[in-house]
């Protein structure tokens, strides 16, 4: 069972920053798409951002010049930069690997803004 394992999530005021840190294992890393999505409750789950192997990025709209992901192909770990934080951006933030032969999730974690 391959197992993604995300940190850094917690309770922050509006304004203020998070990191969110996932690690996979190399086999698995070193070919797939890392992408990080949310899910607010009562709400549908949402891509927040990804990051291919070779780099290329892709945001939501609403986190635009907030969030930034990369990716440390050395230590197999994606990363998910959040600042200025919104009471809006409250949601269970999971971590995820895409590759062409499937799709591995990890556990998520919390991440509370707020006002």
């Known amino acids: 069972q391959v197992q993604l394992v995300e940190s850094g999530g917690g309770l922050v005021q509006a304004g203020g920053s998070l990191r969110l840190s996932c690690s996979a294992p190399g086999s698995i890393f070193i070919m797939g798409t890392m992408g990080w999505y949310r899910q607010a409750p009562g709400k549908q789950r949402e891509l927040v951002a990804a990051i291919t192997t070779g780099g290329n990025t892709n945001y939501t709209d609403s986190v635009k010049g907030r969030f930034t992901i990369s990716r440390d192909n050395a230590k197999n770990t994606v990363y998910l930069q959040m600042n200025s934080l919104k009471p809006e951006d409250t949601a269970v933030y999971s971590c995820?690997?895409?590759?062409?032969?499937?799709?591995?999730w990890g556990q998520g974690t919390q991440v509370t803004v707020s006002s």
């Open positions: 995820n690997c895409r590759t062409i032969f499937t799709t591995y």
